[in-house]
């Protein structure tokens, strides 16, 4: 269940996620967009673990 729960957080914040890097990238620059993009995956990716580690630790 927890990770269902997980998955859904991700998706939601992708799905907020990708339009704002869209449009505010011509304001911030390609550059930059693509600066802060790289850090998104491992960022989730971390968040992921520690939810799952937090879950197992749990039940």
């Not at 993009?37 to 630790?57: F, R, T």
């Amino acid at each position: 269940m927890y990770i269902i729960v997980i998955l859904v957080c991700l998706v939601v914040a992708l799905a907020v996620l990708i339009p704002l890097l869209e449009k505010y990238q011509g304001k911030m620059g390609l550059d930059k967009a693509q600066k802060y993009g790289k850090y998104i995956i491992p960022l989730a990716m971390l968040g992921v673990v520690v939810n799952i580690i937090h879950s197992m630790s749990q039940g």
